[in-house]
């Protein structure tokens, strides 16, 4: 059975730092793994999308990396701001109807 | 305007009722999803539909029913509601799971006294 973990589960950094987020899972028979971002209150907001061929994808500050062999995904954030303090999930996808969510990481940014 | 909603934004019922979550999305998307996200258990999926008229289980389905007669929309009904269902529903649409990203609503909180 897929379990997917993030650790930690609360992160706290000063502005300006380069931080990496883990996601490891148990099952190394995926086709892709998403990063979600999720606000207080509200819905997730897509971030990253990596297919199992990739092994990583970029978008503006953010770069996540795939490992399928050792099931590990990273997002780095980098040069990190306040509005990036939220809880991050990772996503791993086995099949349409698999898909297995890491609790997440709480992050916070201090000013 | 274009995105994906969710009503009610908060329910209160009691044991035993009949509740109906809808979700509505203006993409056209295929595929649909219902979700419920508990404390320390995370994000899990409860029903998803690749089309009108599709619809398959997820990993926690009990007490759950869905349909999808169009498109666009995608009600989850709880039969008969019970205290272990009060959590927050999120519905999302896109295309195929985990090769198109999947656009989330802004969720039901469901409490059942």
């Known amino acids: 059975k897929q379990e997917v973990t993030q650790i930690p589960a609360a992160l706290s950094v000063p502005e300006g730092e380069n931080l990496v987020l883990n996601c490891s899972f148990t099952d190394s028979a995926i086709y892709n793994l998403q990063w979600f971002r999720q606000d207080p209150g509200k819905g997730l907001t897509s971030l990253l999308l990596i297919q199992s061929s990739q092994r990583e994808q970029t978008s503006g500050r953010l770069n996540a990396s795939l490992d399928k062999s050792s099931g590990r995904s990273t997002l780095y954030i980098a040069a990190s701001q306040p509005g990036d303090s939220a809880t991050y999930l990772c996503?791993?996808?086995?099949?349409?109807?698999?898909?297995?969510f890491g609790s997440g990481t709480r992050l916070s940014i201090r000013p | 305007d274009a995105g994906i909603t969710q009503s009610p934004r908060y329910k209160i019922t009691e044991t035993g009722r009949q509740v109906t979550l809808m979700c509505h999305q203006t993409?056209?998307?295929?595929?649909m999803f219902w979700y419920r996200q508990d404390l320390g258990h995370g994000l899990r999926l409860i029903y998803y539909s690749a089309a009108a008229d599709i619809t398959d289980k997820g990993e926690v389905p009990d007490g759950y029913v869905v349909s999808r007669s169009k498109t666009e929309n995608f009600p989850l009904t709880l039969e008969s509601a019970t205290r272990s269902q009060t959590s927050v529903y999120f519905c999302?649409?896109?295309?195929?799971?985990?090769?198109?990203?999947?656009?989330f609503g802004p969720g039901t909180r469901l409490l059942v006294l």
């Open positions: 999302a649409s896109g295309g195929l799971a985990g090769v198109e990203t999947q656009y």
């Open positions: 993409w056209s998307h295929s595929y």
């Open positions: 996503a791993v996808y086995s099949s349409a109807s698999k898909i297995i």
